[in-house]
């Protein structure tokens, strides 16, 4: 048994991009304006107006925030705004939506940010099993980042990966 070990994989030029690669912040809070509104469901301007400008924004220093409402009340757009200009006083960013629009929009930055050029005439293995933080849409923007310049797209392991596509000759 002098025989070396080869590595196929290594050897076979494959690249893989693993998703949890991706570093997710360390401060994220939600900010939930339902204990702003009457009784939970009604926004009274002049009430919610004093709320906001009392709210003690600190608390949010360089954090990343995503703002939402829990209740089923109908929140106008102008109440939105006015959370937003006193957190962006605040923190790194501001996400209106729930935990799951903010990780979409933070993946989104993310691969947005990411140098494809790399990947060019490569066969790509997208890794499986990541963090269920990362939300699908940044595996269909990874993808139609990569499908104008990489030769193949793969999701799983080198062992067992999909093929999801392959450019045409």
């Known amino acids: 048994m002098s025989e070396e070990i080869v590595n196929r994989v290594q050897k076979s030029g494959l690249v893989t991009i693993d998703m949890d690669d991706i570093e997710l912040p360390k401060k994220i809070l939600e900010l939930d304006i339902k204990c702003w509104l009457s009784e939970g469901l009604f926004l009274k301007e002049k009430e919610y107006r004093t709320n906001v400008l009392s709210h003690d924004w600190s608390k949010y220093k360089n954090s990343y925030v995503y703002v939402h409402c829990s209740s089923d009340a109908i929140i106008p757009t102008w109440a939105y705004m006015m959370v937003s200009s006193q957190l962006e006083n605040h923190t790194k960013k501001v996400t209106m939506g729930n935990k799951k629009r903010f990780y979409e929009r933070y993946f989104e930055n993310a691969i947005n940010k990411l140098d494809f050029t ?52």
């Open 118 to 169: 790399i990947y060019s005439d490569k066969s790509v293995i997208i890794k499986g099993c990541s963090d269920e933080k990362i939300p699908i849409s940044a595996y269909h923007l990874i993808t139609t980042k990569l499908k104008p310049i990489a030769k193949s797209i793969m999701y799983g392991e080198a062992c067992s990966a999909v093929p999801v596509y392959k450019k045409s000759n």
